[in-house]
């Protein structure tokens, strides 16, 4: 199933997401997928942000999702602060990063492309293929409350895909 675009992001939602953009750039730059993540608290504190290094690290689990909630873990970020505090990422989380999202109790999900207009970079080569389960349907099924809007910014998000995946 998917969502219409959010086009009525608000101006701190924006300029969050754009910051989630700008990293999955700063990623690709170094030879990886171009995914990028930015954790913010309700008072406006960037708690963490990350991009893929998969490609880097050979870690298949180094998205930038999960690279940020790893960083919240180290600076032992309350769950209370976490449950008020959103996660932007520059596209849809996979199946992998809305199940990391929802152990790290945060509240509340922004993202950039969506998983289906993002398989049209990733093409049909196997290794490159994602899990077909939306994020909504993991974060329907969490007993907490996990807010999401998205696909927003799509064009924006979109710019860093173009070119980044085999053919
Ligand atoms: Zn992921």
Not at 19 to 25: N, T
Not at 57 to 70: F, K, M, S, V
Not at 119 to 133: H, P
Request: proline share 4%; charged share 30%; aromatic share 8%.
């Amino acid at each position: 199933m998917s969502f219409p675009e959010e086009n009525n992001l608000d101006e701190r939602d924006g300029r969050y997401l754009r910051k989630a953009i700008v990293w999955s750039h700063a990623g690709r730059r170094r030879g990886n997928r171009p995914f990028g993540a930015v954790v913010v608290s309700e008072a406006g504190e960037v708690l963490a942000e990350a991009y893929c290094d998969s490609t880097e690290t050979g870690d298949c689990t180094g998205h930038a999702e999960t690279n940020a909630i790893r960083l919240l873990g180290a600076r032992k970020v309350p769950r209370d602060v976490l449950a008020r505090s959103t996660i932007y990422s520059s596209s849809e989380p996979c199946v992998m990063c809305a199940g990391a999202i929802f152990w790290s109790a945060i509240g509340r999900v922004v993202y950039g492309i969506d998983a289906e207009r993002l398989r049209v970079y990733r093409g049909e080569r196997g290794e490159q293929r994602d899990a077909q389960l939306s994020c909504r349907d993991v974060f329907d099924a969490s007993p907490h409350t996990i807010e999401c809007i998205g696909p927003a910014l799509v064009d924006e998000a979109a710019a860093a895909h173009i070119g980044a995946w085999k053919e």
